[in-house]
């Protein structure tokens, strides 16, 4: 089975700065789906970054990009230039191809407060 | 981009009565659908699994017949709480998969159903 570990329960941050979430993940398998979730306050997931296991090439949105080591099986989120805004759970999340069925594997999430 | 409306985003029943949850895949088909229970300040637990036309999958431990999930047509999935006690007040959380797309990949999820039962 796989296993997402994030050893962050909370960080914080001062707003401009730039700010990493470690995530891990323990699998088996060899083509997988990585993400990072945003739950801001309102508790709406929001979808921050994907990754395809398959692709070197680290994923970036904007402020936000990826540290993704395969061998390692690590997943980091670097937020650059971090805004209050940016206050929120994060969830890190694994998925396998599962026959059309895919489910989403999340861990127990990083708390982070950006602040003024 | 795709767009899942969760409702109600707040419910206060009586313990004994049932409450039903619906979500629905506003601008795509979603041919899977997830429902997830998360406590306050921790992580999502998958509770069950849906496909259009077809019986649930729900994970261990998860009892199906208190919770009732039908996936009836490609846009809508309906969480059901039978005989709600206060121990199933939580947060509840669909998210929908539509084809398998690269675009589709991390599901849109609804904005949540916070369920108290009293």
């Known amino acids: 089975a796989q296993t997402v570990t994030q050893s962050q329960p909370e960080m914080s941050v001062q707003e401009a700065e730039t700010v990493t979430l470690s995530c891990t993940y323990d699998t088996s398998e060899s083509n997988y789906y990585l993400f990072w979730y945003k739950q801001p306050p309102s508790r709406q997931m929001i979808l921050v970054i994907r990754q395809e296991a398959y692709k070197q090439q680290n994923a970036t949105e904007n402020r936000f990009s990826v540290n993704f080591q395969k061998a390692a099986k690590s997943f980091s989120l670097k937020i650059s230039d971090s805004q209050l805004g940016d206050t929120a759970m994060y969830f890190c999340a694994f998925m396998k191809f599962q026959g059309g069925s895919e489910k989403l594997v999340f861990g127990k999430g990083t708390k982070l407060t950006v602040n003024p | 981009g795709a767009v899942v409306s969760q409702h109600p985003s707040r419910v206060i029943c009586k313990s004994g009565t049932s409450v039903k949850i619906e979500c629905r895949s506003l601008d795509f088909q979603a041919t899977t659908m997830f429902w997830y229970r998360q406590f306050p300040k921790k992580s999502l637990m998958l509770m069950a699994t849906?496909?259009?036309?077809?019986?649930?999958?729900?994970e261990q431990g998860v009892e199906k017949d208190k919770f009732l999930i039908n996936h009836a047509s490609l846009t809508l999935s309906t969480l059901t709480v039978t005989s709600a006690h206060p121990e199933d007040s939580s947060f509840y959380i669909c998210s929908a998969g539509g084809t398998r797309t690269a675009e589709n990949y991390g599901y849109t999820f609804g904005s949540g159903t916070r369920l108290t039962v009293v």
């Open positions: 849906s496909n259009e036309g077809s019986k649930a999958t729900y």
